[in-house]
């Protein structure tokens, strides 16, 4: 399978429709599962706006997009993403391709460029609940750093170093927590609502 899948950046003849589909269909499981994310959900206009300036990946296998993967380059003021990174996202393979090694050729391929790109520090995050991504994230070498609230759902920020990682786990682990104990505090999800201050402020 892997040998016939080729990975390269979006060519002009692949719209930003077929994108939109793959990241759709990709999705389906997650919806099922009451796993939402806020990406999948752009239209194809929103997508190609979110990846402007970026680089947009995606697996072929001839002539048909089976998977997706972004490459944006942002200023970061936070602790792990301070100054030039990168962020990586719509990362998506289409179901029938899936559990066959295309995330992994996505992504080995991003991280190339990143290092091409000289990016030291590279950022994804997900819905905390989709614990596939967050499992494969952590074999590629990433770190939880931060937790998120979402419009209607919690994220867990996760970040790699590309060089040599300058914090020690211990710091990496306690921001983490610090900043999941801040947002759960702060913020609860209730359904059909979504996000509410737990204390107005
Ligand atoms: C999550 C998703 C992108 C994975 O794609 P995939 O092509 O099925 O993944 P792969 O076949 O490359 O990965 C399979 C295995 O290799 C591992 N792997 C993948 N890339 C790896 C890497 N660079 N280094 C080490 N391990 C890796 C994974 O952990 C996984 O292990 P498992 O078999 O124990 O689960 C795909 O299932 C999907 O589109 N899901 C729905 C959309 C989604 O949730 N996207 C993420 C949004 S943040």
Known sequence: MNSKIQIIEKPEF?????????????HEQNRQKGIVMQLPALSAAEL???VDGGKMF?????NKVVGTLALIIKEGKQWYN???????????????????GVFRLLYDYVEKEALRLKLT???RDTNEKNSRMLKISKKEGYHFVAYRACRDHFNIVRAKWLNECPYSLWYIK??????????????KMVPEK??????GI
Do not use: N
Request: hydrophobic fraction near 40%.
């Open 121 to 123: 520090v590279l950022t």
């Open 194 to 199: 979504g996000r509410i201050k737990r204390f």
């Open 14 to 26: 692949i719209s930003w429709d077929e994108i939109h589909d793959v990241l759709w269909k990709a």
């Open 48 to 50: 190609q706006k979110h």
């Open 174 to 187: 306690f921001r983490f927590y610090i900043s999941k104990i801040y947002m759960k505090t702060r913020f």
């Open 58 to 62: 995606v697996a072929m296998d001839g």
């Open 82 to 100: 301070k100054g030039r990174y990168g962020y990586v996202c719509l990362g998506a393979v289409l179901p029938d391709y899936s559990g066959k």
